[in-house]
């Protein structure tokens, strides 16, 4: 049983376009996080909910608009595509809020051509 | 001062060496240190988790943590091709999020 799964794996889209990735986790975690993982490997927090409710927003563009239907999901839609979106999006989530063991997803490799 | 330095590697090393990666770190406020391995095309796992200073020893895996220095190490020891990966340590004040290396890429040639 996959922990936390992400939908999508691979995305490529043209610039200008609107594309949403969605993720689940199964371990009734309280807390789940969006990360951004640039070509460089550098893993940089975007968002954060705790049931429902969002707790976190690192400086990310309006363009990205995060969603929480549930504290099992946490989706992520992303406005007017640009290049330089370009990276692996992982989704994390936690016990609740202060714990400290983050289960990461697989991750979805966004391409904007 | 960068928040957090990581040498990027990538660090080669034979079957059966003793692994050290290293990072420092600049914010006092850390209190939790952790190190995380990613494999190729693979999401983070946490590896390893510590709070204060001192040793920490979970099979071959080794963190060690030097608060007056700034200065946390991962040790890998009879290391193993099934490490290859890349080893992100990971910083946490407590009340705010998790602020990463950019991580090492180790490979263990057999």
């Known amino acids: 049983d996959t922990a936390v799964s992400q939908t999508p794996k691979y995305l490529v889209t043209q610039m200008g376009n609107d594309k949403s990735i969605k993720c689940e986790q199964n371990?009734?975690?309280?807390?789940m996080y969006w990360y951004k993982q640039d070509s460089k490997k550098f893993l940089k927090i975007m968002f954060s909910?705790?049931?429902?409710?969002?707790?976190i927003n690192e400086t990310v563009p309006n363009r990205f608009s995060p969603k929480s239907p549930d504290k099992a999901h946490l989706n992520l839609h992303i406005n007017s595509l640009e290049l330089g979106d370009s990276a692996v999006y992982f989704c994390?989530?936690?016990?609740?809020?202060?714990?400290?063991?983050?289960?990461f997803g697989p991750g979805t490799r966004l391409t904007v051509l | 001062q960068k928040e957090v330095e990581q040498d990027p590697g990538p660090l080669s090393v034979p079957e059966g060496a003793i692994v050290s990666l290293n990072c420092t770190y600049s914010?006092?406020?850390?209190?939790?240190f952790m190190w995380y391995r990613q494999y190729s095309r693979k999401g983070p796992e946490l590896l390893m988790y510590?709070?204060?200073?001192g040793n920490k020893e979970d099979g071959r895996f080794t963190a060690q943590v030097d608060k007056s220095s700034k200065y946390i190490s991962l040790f890998i020891r009879d290391s193993q091709p099934s490490d290859s990966a890349t080893y992100l340590c990971?910083?946490?004040?407590?009340?705010?999020?998790?602020?990463f290396g950019k991580g090492t890429r180790l490979s263990v040639i057999a």
């Open positions: 994390a989530s936690s016990q609740d809020r202060v714990s400290r063991t983050q289960y």
């Open positions: 371990l009734g975690h309280d807390t």
């Open positions: 909910y705790n049931n429902k409710e969002l707790i």
């Open positions: 914010n006092s406020a850390f209190q939790y």
């Open positions: 510590t709070y204060s200073s």
């Open positions: 990971a910083f946490d004040s407590g009340n705010t999020p998790l602020v």
